[in-house]
């Protein structure tokens, strides 16, 4: 659904000249991790697509236990883009599945998380 709604242009993921569409998510398991433009529009399109994907799967996304974490934006758009999904607003560094994630270059030793 994501490829698909990127496709007719609905939503757009990050890093747009190194994918078609753009990089829209990492799955592992009951895990994922979404990545957007900033672009209201389609990140309410995002959240129909969500919507959607709930209603189809019969599955639920658990918006209080997932996180709004955004680069380079003002705090006013980081909370209205966190009310708009209903989720807090989380923050680098973290950690997904283990590894260390943050904005920064890793060093050799990583980060104590």
């Keep these: 659904?994501?490829?698909k709604s990127a496709r007719i242009g609905l939503i757009q993921g990050?890093?747009?000249d190194f994918r078609e569409g753009g990089i829209l998510s990492l799955q592992y398991a009951d895990d994922t991790i979404l990545f957007a433009s900033a672009d209201f529009s389609q990140?309410?399109?995002?959240?129909?697509?969500?919507m959607w994907f709930e209603q189809i799967s019969g599955m639920r996304v658990n918006f209080h236990k997932?996180?709004?974490i955004t680069l380079n934006l003002e705090v006013e758009d980081t909370k209205e883009i966190a009310n708009m999904f209903n989720c807090?607003?989380?923050s680098f560094?973290?950690?997904?599945?283990?590894v260390p994630l943050?904005?920064?270059k890793?060093?050799?030793r990583g980060y104590n998380l």
Excluded: A, F, R, W
């Excluded at 990140?43 to 969500?50: A, D, P, R, T, W």
């Excluded at 560094?93 to 283990?98: A, D, E, R, S, T």
């Design 88 to 90: 807090p607003v989380g």
């Design 1 to 3: 659904m994501l490829d």
């Design 66 to 68: 997932s996180e709004i």
């Design 43 to 50: 990140l309410s399109n995002l959240k129909y697509v969500i």
């Design 106 to 108: 890793l060093s050799e």
């Design 14 to 16: 990050v890093l747009q």
């Design 93 to 98: 560094p973290l950690k997904y599945l283990g």
């Design 102 to 104: 943050h904005y920064d």
